[in-house]
């Protein structure tokens, strides 16, 4: 059985960085695209970043392009979101998923999803 377990949410101040985590338990990563979505309270899911297993499509939502970060460590079936300069807008719950075959922003395409982890921006 899949799981994804994502860590690293908390509560900062505008300005500051985190970094999410989110671990595969019970399948490889490989072939895989692992993305990021976020839902704030109120408002749709939407989506963060993602990246393919090749490395070849590496796509960031406009208002986080530049600051947030999404690597991928394929020895640990690891895949982190580096996120930097948080303002007050980049307060939500945080949510890793993955899909095979294709990439895609669209969050009904991914098969598989972690708990999510609360990300909390305050002035």
């Known amino acids: 059985q899949v799981q994804l377990v994502e860590s690293g949410g908390g509560s900062v101040q505008i300005g500051d960085s985190l970094r999410l985590s989110c671990l595969a338990f019970?399948?490889?990563?490989?072939?895989?695209?692992m993305a990021w979505f976020r839902q704030a309270p109120g408002k749709e899911r939407e989506f963060v970043a993602g990246?393919?297993?090749?490395?070849?499509?590496?796509e960031y939502a406009d208002s986080v392009k530049g600051r947030f970060i999404l690597s991928r460590d394929y020895a640990r079936n690891m895949v982190n979101l580096e996120m930097n300069n948080l303002n007050v807008e980049d307060t939500a719950v945080y949510y890793c998923a993955m899909k095979s075959v294709g990439f895609s922003r669209k969050g009904d395409d991914y098969e598989y999803w972690g708990q999510g982890t609360q990300v909390t921006v305050s002035s």
């Open positions: 990246r393919s297993w090749s490395n070849t499509v590496v």
């Open positions: 019970g399948h490889s990563f490989k072939g895989y695209v």
